[in-house]
């Protein structure tokens, strides 16, 4: 099944009443279409000429918290999109929101605009983590929201992050199980970086926070994205998406920044279900053997798999094979005579 267009509309920190120690949203959405004034139907009129051959559209209102916007400002935005959404052009809209947001009054009034996802900004199920962060919600508002997504039909999506202040991998990993148990219908997890201008800033620059490296970064949400996976739910993004502003050394002062982020957990996770295979083989000779959509997990970021296996394996050489009829994300590996 293709996956649909996403139109992506930003709308900077409107609607939070927080500032949360890691965020500096003006900074992140800086390089994006900001169209919360008069370029949205100019955004949507771009993205619809590049549609393709995909046959769902959906608009999206991220980059802010969107039930918290004033009644009238959400039909106003929403009214907006009502055109296309009749035409037939976009066939759903989607948001991302507090949790404490999520109100029956907040969803009566967007349901019958078409609001069909909903990604909740989670990021912790620990109470004293989202104390710390100043998230000003709670691990409840979040079950209830998830519950009232359910009851009225929408899809729930989930964003959580990893590396907060005061968290560890131990709690980080018990909120992917929390969350996982609620039967989302996606997955975004993020790794904290820190960004100029943030109160997470302060702190670094204190002294008083250390931030994952990449490596701590890649292992917890590669075990963050194997708790998810295991209940079947999709992790559709890990880490930020690239940019100019996230090379620029000046706004991202700290943080496990890296431009493939998903694809180095994608290569951790298959370099462990390798190795789970070849601690069974005896023979000093391995065949591995993948889909060719996944070579390149399978090698790692400029090879460092191979390597990799070469170290933890000294006695034992390794070829490569590719197999269509092996399913993508998975490796196989044989003893070799």
């Known amino acids: 099944m293709t996956a649909p267009l996403v139109i992506p509309c930003f709308i900077p920190h409107r609607g939070c009443p927080h500032q949360c120690v890691f965020c500096n949203q003006s900074i992140i959405t ?3 279409p900001a169209v919360y004034c008069n370029d949205l139907e100019r955004v949507i009129e771009k993205y619809l000429a590049f549609k393709g051959n995909r046959s769902r559209v959906e608009l999206a209102f991220f980059g ?22 009749e035409k037939g052009v976009i066939h759903g809209i989607r948001c991302s929101t507090r949790p404490d947001t999520v109100t029956e009054e907040s969803l009566a009034l967007a349901a019958p605009f078409g609001l069909g996802l909903v990604e909740l900004g989670v990021q912790s199920m620990d109470d004293k983590v989202l104390e710390l962060a100043g998230r000003g919600h709670t691990r409840e508002d979040t079950l209830l929201a998830v519950k009232r997504l359910k009851d009225v039909g929408m899809q729930v ?16 990993l018990g909120s992917a199980r929390e969350l ?14 820190v960004l100029a201008g943030s109160r997470l800033a302060r702190w670094y620059e204190a002294g008083q926070y250390a931030p994952l490296t990449l490596d701590q970064a890649v292992d917890q949400v590669r075990d963050m994205a194997k708790v998810f996976g295991s209940a079947g ?19 991202v002062l700290a943080g496990p920044w890296h431009p493939a982020f998903g694809h180095l957990v994608f290569s951790a996770l298959m370099f462990e279900q ?14 591995l053997t ?18 990799k296996f070469r170290r933890r394996y000294p006695g ?5 094979k590719t197999c269509s009829d092996l399913p993508p994300g998975q490796v196989r590996a044989t003893a070799l005579p």
């Open 157 to 172: 999506g989930i964003q959580v992050m990893a590396g907060l202040p005061g968290d560890s991998a131990e709690s980080a």
């Open 30 to 32: 800086s390089e994006s």
């Open 233 to 251: 739910v999709p992790v559709v993004r890990m880490g930020l998406q690239a940019s100019e502003m996230m090379e620029d050394e000046s706004r």
């Open 274 to 287: 390798a190795c789970g295979q070849i601690d069974c083989l005896e023979t000093g000779r391995v065949l």
């Open 290 to 307: 993948v889909n060719p959509k996944s070579i390149s997990r399978l090698q790692g970021d400029k090879k460092t798999n191979l390597e």
């Open 64 to 85: 802010g918290n969107f039930l918290g916007l004033p009644v009238h400002e959400i039909k106003h935005l929403l009214g907006r999109v009502a055109p296309y959404i």
């Open 316 to 320: 034992k050489t390794f070829s490569i």
């Open 180 to 193: 996982a148990a609620l039967k989302p219908d996606l997955v975004r997890i993020y790794p904290v970086l």
